[in-house]
C-alpha cells in the first residue's frame, strides 16, 4: 500500500511539474525558441553518433539547429554548434604553438574583454539579473572566426536587478573557481560578485598557462597560482609571454593579471563589479592601483 502512495505521489508530482513547464513555454509565446520532436532531436543528432563529450547534467551531441526538446523525461537543449571548442583547449595545451598563436597578449585582452562584457549583460542587462555560477575556460566556447560565447547555464540563478544577496541551499560550481562565500559564509553574502571571483581565476589560468589549485588543497608543494602572480607582477617580471615582445604587450598583459587580482579579493565588497572590470580593462594601466595580497581579507582596502 505505501508502495503504491508512493508511485502515485510522484506521479502525481511529474505530472504537476509537467504542466507548469508547459505554461511556462507558452507564455513566451513567438520569442519562444523552437521547439523539436524526440524523433527531430535523433534525426538532427544523427541518432546521436558523435558525442562531443559530457557536462554535470548529461551528455552533449553534435546537432546543426537551434532549439529545445520537451517530452516528459526526454529534454534537451540545441545550441549552436562551436567548432573550435573551448578556451580551456588552448589555455592548457602542451602544443606551443596553438597557445602562442591564439593567446597573444592583445587576443587575450580582447578574449578577457569578450567575457567581461557578455558577464557584465548578465548582471545588468537582462530584466532579471542571471548569476551563471560556473564560469571557467571551459564554458567559454569559441566559434569558427574565434568569436567566444559564455554557455553551460545549468548552475544560473534568476534575481532580482536590485537584489545584492541571494540565497543558495548548497555550494554550486567547480572548485578551483568558486568563490569563498559560496563555501563558507563567514566570507561575505552570494551575489553577483561571486561570478566576478570565477572570472579572475579563469583570467589568471590564461595569463599564465597554468592551472589553479585548490588553495585549502592539503599538498604544500602546491604553489598557489595567485600568489605567485602576484609576486611576479610585483617584480615586474613577463607573464605567459616568451622571447622578444614589445613593452606595450607586456603591459596588456600586466594589466590583465592586475584586474584578475582584484577579482578574486576574498571580500566580495572588494571586488569590482562587471561594469567597473570592463571599464578598468579597457583604460589605461598607469592609472589602476595593485589590490592586497590574494587571499588576505581585509576590510581596510576598497576598489580603486
Given at each position: 500500500v505505501a508502495t503504491a502512495l508512493y508511485l502515485s505521489l510522484k506521479t502525481r508530482y511529474n505530472r504537476e511539474i509537467h504542466l507548469k513547464v508547459e505554461m511556462f513555454l507558452n507564455t513566451h509565446g513567438k520569442s519562444k525558441a523552437t521547439r523539436y520532436t524526440f524523433s527531430e532531436v535523433k534525426k538532427m543528432a544523427r541518432r546521436f553518433k558523435v558525442n562531443l563529450g559530457r557536462g554535470g547534467y548529461g551528455s552533449v551531441y553534435k546537432v546543426r539547429l537551434l532549439g529545445f526538446c520537451y517530452e516528459g523525461t526526454r529534454r534537451a537543449l540545441i545550441y549552436e554548434f562551436m567548432p573550435n571548442e573551448s578556451l580551456e583547449k588552448y589555455i592548457f595545451s602542451r602544443d606551443s604553438n596553438i597557445f602562442q598563436t591564439l593567446l597573444v597578449p592583445e587576443k587575450m585582452l580582447d578574449i578577457a574583454l569578450g567575457i567581461a562584457r557578455g558577464m557584465e549583460y548578465l548582471h545588468q542587462g537582462c530584466n532579471q539579473r542571471i548569476l551563471h555560477f560556473d564560469i571557467k575556460p571551459h564554458n567559454i566556447l569559441l566559434d569558427y572566426n574565434f568569436n567566444l560565447k559564455i554557455s553551460d547555464f545549468g548552475l544560473a540563478k534568476l534575481c532580482a536587478r536590485d537584489q545584492s544577496i541571494v540565497t543558495l541551499t548548497a555550494a554550486r560550481g567547480t572548485m578551483v573557481y568558486i568563490a569563498p562565500e559560496l563555501y563558507s559564509r563567514n566570507?561575505?553574502?552570494?551575489?553577483h560578485k561571486s561570478d566576478?571571483?570565477?572570472f579572475g581565476m579563469l583570467v589568471l589560468e590564461m595569463v599564465s598557462g597554468?592551472?589553479?589549485?585548490?588553495?585549502?588543497?592539503?599538498?604544500?608543494?602546491?604553489?598557489?597560482?595567485?600568489?605567485?602572480?602576484y609576486e611576479e607582477v610585483i617584480a615586474g617580471q613577463d607573464l605567459a609571454l616568451t622571447g622578444d615582445t614589445a613593452e606595450e604587450e607586456k603591459e596588456k598583459v600586466r594589466k590583465l593579471a592586475t584586474v584578475a587580482l582584484w577579482c578574486i579579493q576574498w571580500n566580495p565588497k572588494n571586488r569590482p563589479s562587471m561594469t567597473k572590470v570592463v571599464n578598468m580593462l579597457t583604460g589605461r594601466f598607469q592609472n589602476l592601483q595593485m589590490p592586497p595580497r590574494p587571499y588576505v581579507p581585509s576590510e581596510n582596502h576598497a576598489m580603486p
Amino acid at each position: 500500500v505505501a508502495t503504491a502512495l508512493y508511485l502515485s505521489l510522484k506521479t502525481r508530482y511529474n505530472r504537476e511539474i509537467h504542466l507548469k513547464v508547459e505554461m511556462f513555454l507558452n507564455t513566451h509565446g513567438k520569442s519562444k525558441a523552437t521547439r523539436y520532436t524526440f524523433s527531430e532531436v535523433k534525426k538532427m543528432a544523427r541518432r546521436f553518433k558523435v558525442n562531443l563529450g559530457r557536462g554535470g547534467y548529461g551528455s552533449v551531441y553534435k546537432v546543426r539547429l537551434l532549439g529545445f526538446c520537451y517530452e516528459g523525461t526526454r529534454r534537451a537543449l540545441i545550441y549552436e554548434f562551436m567548432p573550435n571548442e573551448s578556451l580551456e583547449k588552448y589555455i592548457f595545451s602542451r602544443d606551443s604553438n596553438i597557445f602562442q598563436t591564439l593567446l597573444v597578449p592583445e587576443k587575450m585582452l580582447d578574449i578577457a574583454l569578450g567575457i567581461a562584457r557578455g558577464m557584465e549583460y548578465l548582471h545588468q542587462g537582462c530584466n532579471q539579473r542571471i548569476l551563471h555560477f560556473d564560469i571557467k575556460p571551459h564554458n567559454i566556447l569559441l566559434d569558427y572566426n574565434f568569436n567566444l560565447k559564455i554557455s553551460d547555464f545549468g548552475l544560473a540563478k534568476l534575481c532580482a536587478r536590485d537584489q545584492s544577496i541571494v540565497t543558495l541551499t548548497a555550494a554550486r560550481g567547480t572548485m578551483v573557481y568558486i568563490a569563498p562565500e559560496l563555501y563558507s559564509r563567514n566570507f561575505g553574502g552570494i551575489s553577483h560578485k561571486s561570478d566576478v571571483y570565477s572570472f579572475g581565476m579563469l583570467v589568471l589560468e590564461m595569463v599564465s598557462g597554468r592551472r589553479n589549485s585548490d588553495p585549502r588543497t592539503e599538498r604544500q608543494n602546491e604553489v598557489y597560482l595567485p600568489e605567485c602572480i602576484y609576486e611576479e607582477v610585483i617584480a615586474g617580471q613577463d607573464l605567459a609571454l616568451t622571447g622578444d615582445t614589445a613593452e606595450e604587450e607586456k603591459e596588456k598583459v600586466r594589466k590583465l593579471a592586475t584586474v584578475a587580482l582584484w577579482c578574486i579579493q576574498w571580500n566580495p565588497k572588494n571586488r569590482p563589479s562587471m561594469t567597473k572590470v570592463v571599464n578598468m580593462l579597457t583604460g589605461r594601466f598607469q592609472n589602476l592601483q595593485m589590490p592586497p595580497r590574494p587571499y588576505v581579507p581585509s576590510e581596510n582596502h576598497a576598489m580603486p
